[in-house]
């Protein structure tokens, strides 16, 4: 038996990199594939609201089981910028290209890279609402590596590895990633609420 929860984003890397993480307990559905084309509002302040803010938004447009997740790049050097920025960091898309030079030159001449992607996720199942975090600390390098991933991938290097999550398998950058750390923590609390079968698997998170 699976589970049929609408994952309210419609980015194909983080489709792909959360049914990996899930695995086959969870029958992911887009907004798309339930008749929301249009772009889903996301004009919060935090993270935490932006991620609520999607997924009551496609909740109300489908009536279905739903979480979202938001993710920010908090550089130590910037002040915590992009942040919840970091969609629109260089320009008003979602340009990652232009958001990578961005963000190199204003790292320019500093010697502090530290970094971290923070991604929260939330969750509504029946009445319920609930926010799951996940963290990973590393730093940004001076020029971009790899060609996996996307956004940020290509200068961020996570603590304990020499390469960035650009140069990773979708599989190593999930092991440790801020997005596989929070959707873990999302998976495992529905498997403790018996929300979906116990039988499958799913690894804890500390
Ligand atoms: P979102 O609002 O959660 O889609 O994330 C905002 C921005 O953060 C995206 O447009 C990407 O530039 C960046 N981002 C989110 N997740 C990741 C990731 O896993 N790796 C690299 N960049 C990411």
Do not use: W
């Given at each position: 038996?699976?589970?049929?929860i609408?994952?309210?984003?419609n980015?194909a890397?983080?489709l792909s990199?959360?049914?990996?993480?899930?695995?086959?307990s969870?029958e992911l559905?887009?907004?798309?594939?339930?008749?929301?084309?249009?772009?889903?509002?996301e004009?919060?302040?935090t993270?935490e609201?932006n991620?609520l803010?999607k997924?009551?938004?496609v909740r109300s447009?489908?009536?279905?089981?739903?979480?979202?997740?938001?993710t920010?790049?908090?550089?130590?050097?910037?002040?915590g910028a992009p942040?919840?920025h970091?969609?629109r960091?260089?320009?008003?898309?979602?340009d990652?290209?232009?958001?990578?030079?961005?963000?190199l030159?204003?790292?320019?001449g500093k010697?502090?890279?530290r970094a971290?992607?923070?991604?929260v996720?939330?969750l509504?199942v029946?009445?319920?609402?609930?926010?799951?975090?996940?963290?990973v600390?590393?730093r940004?390098l001076?020029?971009?590596c790899?060609?996996e991933?996307?956004?940020y991938?290509p200068l961020f290097?996570p603590?304990g590895?020499d390469r960035?999550?650009?140069?990773?398998?979708?599989?190593?950058?999930?092991a440790?990633?801020?997005?596989?750390r929070a959707v873990r923590?999302?998976?495992?609390?529905?498997h403790?609420r018996?929300?979906?079968?116990k039988s499958?698997?799913?690894?804890t998170?500390k």
């Amino acid at each position: 038996m699976t589970m049929k929860i609408v994952f309210a984003t419609n980015n194909a890397h983080k489709l792909s990199e959360v049914q990996a993480v899930l695995g086959p307990s969870f029958e992911l559905v887009t907004p798309r594939m339930c008749g929301v084309a249009e772009d889903i509002p996301e004009d919060q302040p935090t993270l935490e609201g932006n991620a609520l803010q999607k997924a009551r938004y496609v909740r109300s447009r489908t009536g279905l089981d739903c979480f979202a997740d938001d993710t920010g790049l908090e550089v130590e050097a910037l002040g915590g910028a992009p942040g919840v920025h970091s969609a629109r960091y260089a320009t008003d898309g979602h340009d990652f290209a232009a958001n990578n030079r961005f963000l190199l030159a204003n790292l320019a001449g500093k010697t502090n890279r530290r970094a971290r992607f923070r991604t929260v996720v939330a969750l509504l199942v029946g009445d319920e609402e609930h926010l799951f975090e996940g963290v990973v600390e590393g730093r940004i390098l001076d020029h971009e590596c790899g060609t996996e991933g996307f956004g940020y991938d290509p200068l961020f290097v996570p603590d304990g590895y020499d390469r960035t999550f650009a140069e990773m398998s979708a599989e190593e950058k999930n092991a440790v990633s801020h997005r596989g750390r929070a959707v873990r923590k999302l998976a495992s609390y529905l498997h403790q609420r018996e929300i979906v079968p116990k039988s499958e698997s799913v690894e804890t998170e500390k």
